[in-house]
C-alpha cells in the first residue's frame, strides 16, 4: 500500500478526514463536502470501512458522485481534486476538499433544501446562527473595528472567571435582546477574541486560548 494512503487510514477520522464505505446519496456527500470547505478543508476516503478496512469503490459511478455532489448539490460549487488507489485489487478514492475561499458554503438536501454544516473532531453538525455570521465575516474582507463597551467587557469578565457561557447566559448577564448577544458574540469570534464550541446538545463560548 502506497505509504500516503497508508499513513490516511492509520490516522482514524477526525476533523479532516473521513471514510465512506459508499456513496448512495450526491446530496449526503456534499454534506460532508461542505462541512469541510466551511473548516480547514480535508479528504473523502470512499472505499473504507469506518473501522478503517478496505471496502473498494463498486464502480466508476461513485466518482460521477462526487463530482455531482460538488457541482450540484453545494453552493458556491466546491472544486474538489480526485486520486485513485488499488490496494490489493480494489480501487480507493481519495477526495481532496479545499478550505472555502467563499464561506459559508451550503449542502442540497433530498428535499432540495440548503444547509450549512462545520466539522466537529469527527463529526459532520448543523452550523448555528452565529457560526453563519461567522463564516460569512470570514468572506469580507474589509477591516474592521471593535469597540469594547460594557457589554463586551462584561462578556470577557465573565470569562476570565467562569470557563464558558451560552447565549442565553450572555443575554442575561448584560440584560440585551438575543440579537445583540448574537451579534457581540459573532463579532468577538471574528476577531479571534472569543471561539465558539458547535455540540449537538449546546453550542457554547470560550476566550480563545481555552482548549477544546
Not at 8 to 23: F, N, S, V, W
Not at 27 to 46: D, E, P, R, Y
Not at 53 to 82: Q, V, W
Request: with cysteine; hydrophobic share 35%; glycine share 6%.
Amino acid at each position: 500500500m502506497h505509504a500516503h494512503l497508508k499513513k490516511l487510514i492509520a490516522r482514524g477520522e477526525d476533523e479532516t478526514l473521513d471514510y465512506k464505505q459508499e456513496i448512495s446519496s450526491a446530496s449526503k456527500i456534499a454534506k460532508s463536502m461542505s462541512s469541510f470547505a466551511n473548516h480547514k478543508g480535508g479528504i473523502l476516503l470512499v472505499g473504507v470501512r469506518d473501522n478503517g478496512t478496505i471496502a473498494g469503490i463498486r464502480s466508476d459511478e461513485e466518482k460521477y458522485m462526487l463530482d455531482l455532489a460538488a457541482h450540484f448539490y453545494c453552493s458556491p460549487e466546491i472544486d474538489i481534486n480526485i486520486k485513485e488507489w488499488t490496494v490489493g485489487g480494489k480501487k480507493i478514492l481519495e477526495c481532496i476538499v479545499p478550505k472555502g475561499t467563499h464561506t459559508p458554503y451550503y449542502s442540497k438536501d433530498e428535499n432540495g433544501k440548503w444547509w450549512a454544516y462545520v466539522r466537529v473532531k469527527d463529526q459532520t453538525l448543523l452550523a448555528s446562527k452565529i457560526v453563519l455570521d461567522v463564516l460569512k465575516r470570514q468572506s469580507d474582507e474589509r477591516p474592521r473595528l471593535i469597540e469594547y463597551g460594557e457589554k463586551e467587557q462584561g462578556l470577557l469578565r465573565y470569562l476570565n472567571e467562569n470557563d464558558k457561557i451560552t447565549l442565553s447566559q450572555f443575554q442575561k448577564l448584560v440584560n440585551i435582546s438575543r440579537r445583540r448577544a448574537s451579534r457581540i458574540l459573532v463579532e468577538m469570534i471574528s476577531a479571534g477574541v472569543i471561539r465558539n464550541h458547535t455540540h449537538e446538545k449546546q453550542e457554547f463560548f470560550t476566550l480563545s486560548e481555552m482548549p477544546e
